[in-house]
Every structure is written in C-alpha cells, then in structure tokens.
Antibody, heavy 126, light 107 residues
Framework: EVQLVESGGGLVQPGGSLRLSCAAS????????MNWVRQAPGKGPEWVSY??????????????YYADSVRGRFTISRDNAKRSLYLQMNSLRADDTAVYYC?????????????WGKGTTVIVSS | DIQMTQSPSSVSASVGDRVTIICRAS??????LAWFQQKPGKAPKLLIY???NLQSGVPSRFSGSGSGTDFTLIISSLQPEDFATYYC?????????FGPGTKVDIK
C-alpha cells in the first residue's frame, strides 16, 4: 500500500524550531517529487515547499522551491536511502500554526499531488 | 503569484443534484489545474488533474473542464459521500496556489 506518514509536530514557542519527517512506503520514494502543504485552522491548503525526485543528480534533491512565507526559515530535504522527507522549521511564528501534510506528485512530469499523508499538527504559541 | 478564485463559496444541494463549481485563475495556466475534495479532519484527495483527467479510483460522476483562466468541476449526481469542501489548485508556476474552497452541504 502506498503510504505517507508524517511525524514531528507539536507545541513550540514563537521563535522555536521543529523538524518534521515524512516516511514513505509502498513506492520507490527516490523516483518521486515531494511537497509539503499546510493548512491553518479553518483555512484552505497552502503549499509550502517542493523537492524534486528522480534519478538525474542535476535535478533530484537539488531543485527546491519555497513559498515566500517560509523562505529563509524552512528547509526541505530528503533521504532516499531512508525513504524519508523532512522539513526543518526555524524561527517559528504564530501564523505557522497548521496541519502539515507531505504529498507525492504523480510522476516527474505531472506536478499533481496524488498521495497525501494524514498530517502532523504544529502549534506555535507561548 | 497566481491567484485562484472559486464560486460559489458554498452550495446547498440534495442527493441526486447536479453541482457545478467554478474556478478562475488570475492569469492563464493552460490546463495546469487540479481539483481536490476534502472532508473534515482528512487530507485533501485528488479528484481531477490536468483540468479534465479523472484520477484513478474517482467515480465518473466527477468531471472537470476548462483551460486558460476558467475551469469547472461538475458532480453529475451528488451522492451522500460527496458532501465536502472542494479546492482547485494551479500547478502552472510556483508558488502552487489553491482556491479558497467551495463547501457542498446538505440542503
């Protein structure tokens, strides 16, 4: 079964840090581009970050994009050997409070997020 | 950034009704559009990709159309399990952006 499982969320004070993880199973993780998407309470989804997959070392893992709201504070990475995606979140703010989902793109040319985890909750509050 | 809008913001409908949701992009996105369904406490679920392609496993009562700036999601005959919030999302250029959502609830 294709599955993504997020972990690492929790309660953190403003200015603090968290590292989210996403464990993949049921598919060849290295072949797929991955994203983080978050959803604040009562709001719609907001795309956070992208990291390319695939076998081409020029692009895989080094083609990365961020939303303006997190650029400079969040860092996406992947460990294909561990079949895992990460999001290092620093300088957290109250408006980073959300459920964070990892999501797989259908294929390298598709750009569409077809598999999502159940999410992990991040609460930034003093 | 490309802004996505949706209308209506909510719709009340009955089982068996045909429901139409409109999504508009602030600039042309060709067919780089997805539709998601989300139920409370759950992750979004991909329904339609590339504006009109039905994702595997999604019932054929869902259909999508459009290109450029105007897109439509149609549920041809609403079923009880379809009551949810629907989002469009553009995948033309970063940052990927979502519409504000359309909530489909029971009349």
């Amino acid at each position: 079964e294709v599955q993504l499982v997020e972990s690492g969320g929790g309660l953190v004070q403003p200015g603090g840090s968290l590292r989210l993880s996403c464990a993949a199973s049921g598919f060849t993780f290295s072949d797929y581009t991955m994203n983080w998407v978050r959803q604040a309470p009562g709001k719609g989804p907001e795309w956070v970050s992208y990291i390319r997959g695939g076998s081409n070392p020029i692009y895989s893992g080094s083609t990365i994009y961020y939303a303006d709201s997190v650029r400079g504070r969040f860092t996406i990475s992947r460990d294909n050997a561990k079949r895992s995606l990460y999001l290092q979140m620093n300088s957290l703010r109250a408006d980073d409070t959300a459920v964070y989902y990892c999501a797989r793109e259908r294929n390298l040319k598709s750009r569409y997020m077809d598999v999502w985890g159940k999410g992990t909750t991040v609460i930034v509050s003093s | 950034d490309i802004q996505m809008t949706q209308s209506p913001s909510s719709v009340s409908a009955s089982v068996g009704d045909r429901v139409t949701i409109i999504c508009r992009a602030s600039q042309g996105i060709s067919s780089w559009l997805a539709w998601f369904q989300q139920k409370p406490g759950k992750a979004p679920k991909l329904l339609i990709y590339a504006a009109s392609n039905l994702q595997s496993g999604v019932p054929s009562r869902f259909s999508g159309s459009g290109s450029g700036t105007d897109f439509t999601l149609i549920i041809s005959s609403l079923q009880p399990e379809d009551f949810a919030t629907y989002y469009c999302q553009q995948a033309h250029s970063f940052p990927w952006t979502f519409g504000p959502g359309t909530k489909v609830d029971i009349k």
